[in-house]
């Protein structure tokens, strides 16, 4: 069971990068433009996701693998952190300001989002 | 020694693959095995090609298979020879053949005599070369300042051949030999006369020249990019390049120049525009000047390659023209061949004589 258990953080954990990827490429070759839009969608659309999760109380395993395996991949810290130094980089002070801003507090109400409506199901 | 030569450029995918090797790494090993003078792979650090897909170094994901490009120069007959073979490599990207005068080997180099017009020096190094124990290219650029060339930017090459020699760079390793590439803007005169010191300064120089047009010097507009037929007289397709030389510090409407002409020409529907990120340089009177260690924000130039058919060239340069009200030196190339699919019999050059003071 517990073996069983890990192969599907594994593979959901895959899942979730590979899905981070292709919605980032989408978004971003979309706007075309030097604010990361990209990995906002990313982690806004993440943190929704794993209110959502909590919210409705699921068992153990379940919690697991789609909070921490799935909703845990998709999202990402390191490159918010990363394109927010770029943005620095090229003197981009507005859009640097509104990229850890928005993250911040948006993501606040959208995981806040999750959880609410998460309880309701 | 100067010789009449042709350039060879590819742009194409970092992670674009022929078989089971990728195109850079096929593109680089021809390259050495036919001794080619002189060539350099280049990262860029941004840009888009004929499906418009953007590629940049500020998105993580979006930096998955930057754009590179590759130059070599020789002669006309190698660089033929080379062209054959390199019809054999499947997606080898945007191929452009231009008209270059390489000068090598000789330290009396001496001032060809067309060299009236503008014109693009280029100089390759070893990326540890040392001239009185500076930097060979820190001391090429303080030489061109110095003498009053409008200004240079030192690009990195990551791969390439330097007198028939191949040279790449490893992780591990000193790399020393492996070439930079410093490109200069200036008046013909001012080059022809800095060549013999250039020729002085380095043991074993290695400088093309080419014709070019000035359009646009620190914001002022000096000349359009001349207006070309599409084909010269015998049919031959012809193209034209605009080079865009401004600096991580250059901004325009919050954002460096280059970002947001990268923007504007995809949303144009331009052919495709690649940006190449340099490690020093100058403009104008600036002294040559590279990053820092510890800095708020980046110093270093940019140029942004711009490829296209004459009639698009000319809408381009509208959008390259806004931008660059403030900073930034614009040239213009006629380049007389170019293929992105399978080329038919090679790739044959267009013969049109570009008039002085335009181009």
Same mark, same amino acid.
């Given at each position: 069971?517990?073996?069983?258990?890990?192969?599907?953080?594994?593979?959901?954990?895959?899942?979730?990068?590979?899905?981070?990827?292709?919605?980032?490429?989408?978004? +971003?070759?979309?706007?075309?433009? +030097?604010?990361?839009?990209?990995?906002?969608?990313?982690?806004?659309?993440?943190?929704?996701?794993?209110?959502?999760?909590?919210?409705?109380?699921? +068992?153990?395993?379940?919690?697991?693998?789609?909070?921490?395996?799935?909703?845990?991949?998709?999202?990402?810290?390191?490159?918010?952190?990363?394109?927010?130094?770029?943005?620095?980089?090229?003197?981009?002070?507005?859009?640097?300001?509104?990229?850890?801003?928005? +993250?911040?507090?948006?993501?606040?109400?959208?995981?806040?989002?999750?959880?609410?409506?998460?309880?309701?199901? | $020694?100067?010789?009449?030569?042709?350039?060879?450029?590819?742009?194409?995918?970092?992670?674009?693959?022929?078989?089971?090797?990728?195109?850079?790494?096929?593109?680089?090993?021809?390259?050495?095995?036919?001794?080619?003078?002189?060539?350099?792979?280049?990262?860029?650090?941004?840009?888009?090609?004929?499906?418009?897909?953007?590629?940049?170094?500020?998105?993580?994901?979006?930096?998955?298979?930057?754009?590179?490009?590759?130059?070599?120069?020789?002669?006309?007959?190698?660089?033929?020879?080379?062209?054959?073979?390199?019809?054999?490599?499947?997606?080898?990207?945007?191929?452009?053949?231009?008209?270059?005068?390489?000068?090598?080997?000789?330290?009396?180099?001496?001032?060809?005599?067309?060299?009236?017009?503008?014109?693009?020096?280029?100089?390759?190094?070893?990326?540890?070369?040392?001239?009185?124990?500076?930097?060979?290219?820190?001391?090429?650029?303080?030489?061109?300042?110095?003498?009053?060339?409008?200004?240079?930017?030192?690009?990195?090459?990551?791969?390439?051949?330097?007198?028939?020699?191949?040279?790449?760079?490893?992780?591990?390793?000193?790399?020393?030999?492996?070439? $930079? $590439?410093?490109?200069?803007?200036?008046?013909?005169?001012?080059?022809?006369?800095?060549?013999?010191?250039?020729?002085?300064?380095?043991?074993?120089?290695?400088?093309?020249?080419?014709?070019?047009?000035?359009?646009?010097?620190?914001?002022?507009?000096?000349?359009?990019?001349?207006?070309?037929?599409?084909?010269?007289?015998?049919? $031959?397709?012809?193209?034209?390049?605009?080079?865009?030389?401004?600096?991580?510090?250059?901004?325009?409407?919050?954002?460096?120049?280059?970002?947001?002409?990268?923007?504007?020409?995809?949303?144009?529907?331009?052919?495709?525009?690649?940006?190449?990120?340099?490690?020093?340089?100058?403009?104008?009177?600036?002294?040559?000047?590279?990053?820092?260690?510890?800095?708020?924000?980046?110093?270093?130039?940019?140029?942004?390659?711009?490829?296209?058919?004459?009639?698009?060239?000319?809408?381009?340069?509208?959008?390259?023209?806004?931008?660059?009200?403030?900073?930034?030196?614009?040239?213009?190339?006629?380049?007389?061949?170019?293929?992105?699919?399978?080329?038919?019999?090679?790739?044959?050059?267009?013969?049109?004589?570009?008039?002085?003071?335009?181009?």
């Amino acid at each position: 069971m517990i073996a069983i258990l890990w192969v599907g953080v594994v593979l959901l954990g895959g899942a979730g990068s590979v899905l981070r990827f292709l919605v980032d490429g989408a978004v +971003s070759s979309r706007t075309g433009r +030097s604010f990361p839009y990209g990995t906002l969608v990313v982690n806004l659309s993440g943190a929704v996701l794993l209110g959502l999760v909590t919210g409705m109380a699921l +068992s153990h395993d379940t919690a697991l693998l789609a909070g921490t395996a799935a909703v845990g991949s998709y999202t990402t810290f390191s490159t918010w952190m990363f394109e927010t130094q770029r943005l620095g980089e090229e003197r981009q002070t507005r859009g640097l300001a509104a990229n850890v801003g928005v +993250s911040l507090v948006v993501g606040v109400l959208a995981a806040a989002l999750g959880v609410s409506v998460g309880g309701h199901l | $020694m100067i010789e009449d030569c042709l350039k060879l450029t590819t742009y194409f995918g970092e992670r674009h693959r022929t078989g089971r090797a990728f195109v850079a790494d096929a593109q680089l090993e021809l390259f050495g095995q036919r001794e080619i003078a002189t060539s350099v792979l280049l990262r860029g650090a941004e840009g888009f090609g004929l499906k418009h897909h953007l590629r940049t170094d500020r998105l993580l994901t979006l930096s998955e298979d930057l754009p590179v490009v590759s130059v070599a120069v020789d002669t006309r007959t190698k660089i033929e020879a080379v062209l054959e073979d390199l019809q054999a490599i499947e997606h080898r990207g945007l191929v452009t053949l231009e008209r270059a005068t390489l000068l090598r080997g000789d330290v009396r180099l001496r001032l060809p005599d067309e060299l009236h017009e503008a014109t693009k020096l280029t100089v390759y190094v070893g990326r540890q070369e040392q001239v009185y124990r500076v930097p060979a290219f820190a001391a090429v650029c303080d030489l061109l300042h110095r003498r009053g060339i409008a200004g240079a930017t030192v690009l990195l090459g990551v791969d390439g051949t330097a007198h028939g020699q191949r040279t790449r760079a490893r992780f591990f390793g000193r790399n020393a030999d492996v070439p $930079m $590439m410093i490109i200069a803007v200036g008046s013909g005169d001012r080059i022809g006369r800095v060549l013999p010191e250039l020729g002085g300064l380095l043991r074993r120089p290695l400088i093309t020249l080419e014709r070019i047009g000035v359009c646009k010097r620190n914001g002022e507009l000096l000349e359009r990019p001349r207006a070309l037929p599409a084909t010269d007289e015998h049919g $031959m397709a012809m193209w034209q390049k605009l080079m865009v030389y401004t600096s991580e510090r250059a901004l325009h409407d919050g954002q460096p120049i280059h970002r947001g002409l990268v923007r504007r020409l995809r949303e144009s529907g331009a052919r495709g525009a690649t940006v190449l990120r340099g490690i020093w340089g100058f403009q104008g009177d600036r002294v040559p000047h590279g990053d820092r260690l510890l800095q708020w924000g980046r110093h270093v130039p940019v140029v942004t390659i711009i490829i296209d058919a004459p009639d698009r060239i000319a809408t381009s340069f509208e959008i390259v023209d806004e931008l660059t009200a403030e900073h930034g030196v614009v040239t213009s190339e006629l380049v007389p061949a170019l293929t992105d699919e399978e080329p038919r019999g090679g790739l044959r050059l267009a013969r049109y004589r570009v008039q002085p003071r335009y181009m």
